[in-house]
């Protein structure tokens, strides 16, 4: 660990939310999640779920227990959920770090309910706003001429830019009076119920002297596009939205090229650009027959803190409210749904995969896995935070219903690995990781973390930047130096392919060989055991062969002697035995006669008794 560091496993959370009525009318109620304590909850699968169902075929089980940093029950309230989830990281952004909150779930969990809350019962994001603006209260820079720029910089602002800057937040906000009037909608502000100011760990007097400028930027992230909530063209029929690019700012931290950034002044501003934002969104989503939470919503805050006229740091405070978690089967899937769901699933499949990849590069330091951040636009945004430069915290929020079992325990066992990320945030200062830019004249653009827009003046224009989406932002580099570097590029690409195709070539015929050699002798020494074996076994039988024969010589011979002996007679004995065998036959003779007389006597006897019976029967019947 390097000296001063923290460590810490990420912090997820869970978020339960209350039955509706009619869930409870439908029966919904099973329960199938049991809060057992302030961190551990046991999940019940009801009949007729698949979980259920396997667990009978004696497949996985149908009882799961699962712990968290912290469990808040349907009870809980928003500003209990803020209190205990969001408070340090809210400290942490107003004393320089950088913080990131995304909530995760299945549709209707009540992830935006988490985050941004109702007019009632505001969210993470309204109350984060407002402990924003408790704490630089009346030390607001009011200049707007110092905007956020690329990931980590800032730049100056000529007043022709802070002009434009100003007209187009107006616009915003003129639209949004607009949208409430012509909705009727009675919305207010978020913030108007929020009274309790909030108490947080950094002390306001340690800013001493200093400014603070908050910029904010609300987008979302749709079929891996990149769409601005705040681009007031959205509101207009049939204009198609622009889809921003995510570059990277050559020090390896990816931003929103061309992204609004508006810098506001009040809890009042926050709430229209919140609303605003919110009301493009289902626009969008309406005209593309889409539902809004098919897409993740990204509302982003920088704070730069400012002495003088230059700023000496930046946060930046990101709130992600993820799109529903169900997965392909469940979803409508046909067409652009089928490619919306795929997306979705995509992504958080990515972010799943770089948490799973974090998590056993942390346990198995001797493997070190690729971490696919690059893989999809939400993780490649946030890939930054995830390696250290800020704390990342996660809300799950769940529903008990029975009929969406499955897909809860599905959310469940992805945030049982997040868990186990730790999270190692470097105790050097952000403005160090920032990355060095220079103009043609080889002078840096970034002073004092505050881009020269004289040595940006000789950079090119916009018309020059190369349109491959997702590449390095070619715009910081003299054209002249593109087309070299392009040149220099295919040609060692050129000559890196020809290598590389005769290496494997080479490598294919050495492989080839040695297999080729192998096999022969392995062939070869498989015969000679083979012979071997056929010698062996030949030489094995004869010696049997060979031994069953004496063997039976010896049986023969000797049975041969032993009959010998049973059989001997002596010579008077034998002429005797002779003579009877002689005088046989007459005696044989005589017994047939004497044998043929008694059967003759038996016969008569029998027909007498049978005589003598039927007299005496008839005796018997007279004397009757
Ligand atoms: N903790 C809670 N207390 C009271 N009501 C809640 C709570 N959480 C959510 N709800 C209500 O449940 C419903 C669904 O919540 P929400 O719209 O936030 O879900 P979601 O997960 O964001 O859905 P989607 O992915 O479709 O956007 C809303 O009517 C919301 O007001």
Same mark, same amino acid.
């Given at each position: ?170 616009? +915003? %906000? ?5 949208? *409430?009037?012509?909705? &009727?909608?009675?919305?207010? /502000?978020? #913030? $108007? @119920? ?103 919503? +990204? %509302? ?5 803190? *400012?002495?003088?006229? &230059?700023?000496?740091?930046? /946060?930046? #405070? $990101? @709130? ?124 840096? @653009? ?124 002596? @010579? ?53």
């Amino acid at each position: 660990m390097p000296g001063g560091a923290e460590q810490q496993t990420m912090r997820v959370y869970l978020r339960v939310r209350p039955f509706s009525k009619e869930e409870l009318y439908d029966n919904e109620d099973q329960d199938c999640v049991v809060i057992e304590n302030s961190q551990t909850v046991t999940l019940n699968a009801p009949k007729g779920s698949a979980t259920m169902k396997s667990s009978e075929k004696g497949i996985g089980m149908s009882l799961h227990k699962f712990s968290f940093s912290k469990i808040f029950g349907p009870e809980r309230t928003q500003s209990e959920l803020f209190e205990d989830t969001v408070k340090s990281q809210m400290s942490d952004f107003l004393d320089g770090k950088n913080a990131l909150i995304f909530s995760y779930g299945v549709t209707n969990a009540g992830k935006t309910y988490t985050i941004q809350g109702t007019p009632k019962q505001p969210g993470i994001l309204p109350r984060v706003l407002d402990a924003t603006f408790h704490y630089t209260g009346g030390r607001q820079y009011e200049g707007m001429d110092l905007k956020p720029y690329l990931r980590n910089d800032a730049q100056y602002l000529d007043p022709d830019q802070v002009k434009q800057e100003r007209s187009a937040k107006a616009a +915003i %906000f003129a639209s949004v009076k607009d949208v *409430i009037s012509c909705l &009727s909608m009675n919305l207010g /502000s978020i #913030f $108007s @119920l929020y009274s309790s100011p909030l108490v947080l760990a950094s002390d306001p007097t340690e800013a001493g002297s200093s400014q603070f400028a908050l910029w904010v930027a609300f987008f979302e992230i749709y079929n891996e596009c990149v769409y601005d909530l705040l681009q007031p063209s959205l509101c207009s029929k049939s204009k198609k939205r622009a889809a921003l690019r995510v570059c990277d700012d050559g020090a390896g931290n990816a931003y929103v090229k061309d992204l609004r950034w508006i810098n506001i002044q009040t809890l009042g501003e926050a709430s229209k650009l919140l609303q605003f934002g919110n009301k493009n969104r289902s626009a969008a989503a309406t005209k593309m027959n889409q539902s809004s939470s098919r897409s993740h919503s +990204i %509302f982003t805050m920088k704070l730069l803190k *400012i002495d003088g006229s &230059s700023v000496k740091r930046i /946060s930046e #405070f $990101s @709130l992600c409210d993820l799109a529903g978690s169900e997965r392909c089967n469940k979803t409508k899937t046909f067409g652009e749904r089928l490619k919306e769901a795929g997306n979705i699933n995509n992504s958080l499949l990515i972010l799943g995969k770089c948490i799973n990849a974090l998590r056993n590069n942390q346990t198995d330091r001797m493997k070190s896995s690729y971490i696919p951040f690059r893989e999809s636009k939400l993780t490649k945004l946030f890939q930054a935070v995830f390696c250290g430069k800020g704390k990342a915290s996660m809300i799950v929020n769940i529903n008990q219903c029975a009929s969406t079992y499955d897909e809860t325990l599905h959310v469940m066992k992805f945030s049982a690995v997040a868990k186990q990320v730790v999270q190692v945030i470097p105790d050097k200062p952000l403005e160090s990781l920032a990355p060095c830019l220079v103009g043609r004249d080889g002078k840096p @653009l970034v002073r004092n973390g505050v881009i020269d827009s004289q040595a940006l003046e000789s950079c090119l224009s916009e018309e020059e930047l190369l349109d491959d989406e997702d590449e390095a932002d070619m715009s910081l580099l003299p054209q002249n130096e593109i087309v070299t570097m392009i040149e220099t590029l295919r040609t060692k690409l050129l000559t890196e392919r020809r290598r590389n195709l005769v290496q494997e070539m080479e490598i294919r015929k050495e492989m080839g060989d040695a297999m080729l050699q192998q096999l022969m002798e392995s062939e070869e020494l498989r015969s000679r055991q083979i012979e071997e074996l056929k010698e062996s076994y030949q030489e094995k039988l004869e010696n049997t062969f060979e031994m069953y024969k004496d063997a039976f010589k010896e049986h023969a011979y000797q049975s041969a002697m032993n009959n010998l002996e049973d059989d001997y007679v002596p @010579l008077d004995e034998f002429i005797a035995e002779q003579e009877k065998v002689e005088v046989c036959p007459l005696i044989k003779k005589r017994l047939m006669e004497l044998n043929e007389t008694l059967q003759y006597v038996r016969d008569g006897f029998l027909e007498k008794s049978a005589d003598l019976e039927t007299l005496q029967r008839k005796a018997d019947d007279q004397v009757r």
